[in-house]
């Protein structure tokens, strides 16, 4: 019978159904979170299913995780995104030894093995180094999140010095005020998010392979940064955003 993960972040939702036995993945869906945290899960696990072929009610056992899953009634279980992430990438990716995730509002590093979690350190404390700090640089730059990486691609890195999301986003209003190129703006951010992350994994030991997981991901100009700057290659799963769903499946199955 199918199992389900549902992973309720700040800024997304994110589900996967999963065969029980086969650890085939049937169905996932991504969907903003939206103000309310339970709505947007029991939706995105609908959407989910819907891909999968499947009814709800014909789940076998559904885990939680993430920032909100304390408010999803259906889950039979839940366990925390950094378990989920763990246990998500190293089944992608069995050499895993170092997790990089960056979510909406936080950032982790966090060592693994064999699935299991040894150690963790987790940015929670300011923005800048997650993907809120993106949606925020998106408004000021009138780009959406795509071409926001193209143009981080494509730019020469100028210098934010601000480690505070706040007076960031001013010394990047104050960069445009002296014509500063946006291009160029982006490719700082990104740069300046990079080293954060940096910052965070000289607190871990990087052992075996590092894969990275969140939405932030799903950019390929900032994959290749982050590389660059760990001095490591880095897996990137076809679906990273989707990650601690499919490690939260894994656990419904287990």
């Known amino acids: 019978m199918p199992v389900a993960g549902v992973d ?30 339970r709505e947007a899960g029991e939706q995105v696990l609908q959407a989910a299913c819907r891909a999968a072929g499947v009814e709800p009610v014909g789940l076998r056992r559904v885990v939680g995780t993430g920032y909100g899953r304390v408010a999803l009634p259906f889950a039979d279980k839940v366990v925390t995104e950094i378990s989920c992430h763990a ?5 992608l ?9 960056i979510g909406g509002q936080d950032s982790k590093v966090i060592a693994v093995e064999d699935g299991a979690v040894q150690d963790f350190v987790m940015n929670d404390k300011c923005a800048a180094g997650t993907g809120r700090f993106l949606q925020v640089l998106s408004g000021i730059l009138g780009m ?4 926001l990486g193209q143009a981080a691609a494509t730019g020469k890195p100028v210098s934010i010095s601000s480690m ?15 014509g500063t190129a ?8 990104y740069l300046s998010i ?5 910052g965070l994994a000289a607190r871990i030991p990087l052992k075996g392979e590092c894969t990275f997981t ?14 660059a700057e760990l001095g490591v290659p880095v897996n990137v799963p076809d679906d990273p955003q989707t990650v601690g769903a499919l490690g939260a499946a894994l656990v419904a199955a287990r």
Do not use: H, Y
Request: proline share 6%.
């Open 8 to 37: 309720v972040g700040s800024v997304a939702a994110k589900a996967v159904v999963l065969d029980e036995e086969k650890k085939i993945v049937l169905g996932r869906a991504v969907l903003p979170t939206g103000w309310n945290s």
């Open 87 to 91: 246990r998500g990438a190293s089944w």
């Open 93 to 101: 990716f069995p050499a895993t030894g170092v997790v990089l995730d």
């Open 144 to 147: 959406e999140l795509p071409e």
């Open 164 to 178: 505070c999301a706040v007076f960031a986003e001013t010394e990047i209003i104050g960069l445009l005020a002296q």
């Open 182 to 189: 946006p291009t160029d703006i982006a490719a700082g951010v």
């Open 194 to 198: 990079a080293r954060r992350m940096r």
């Open 214 to 227: 969140g939405g932030l991901a799903t950019s390929p100009a900032f994959s290749g940064l982050l590389a």
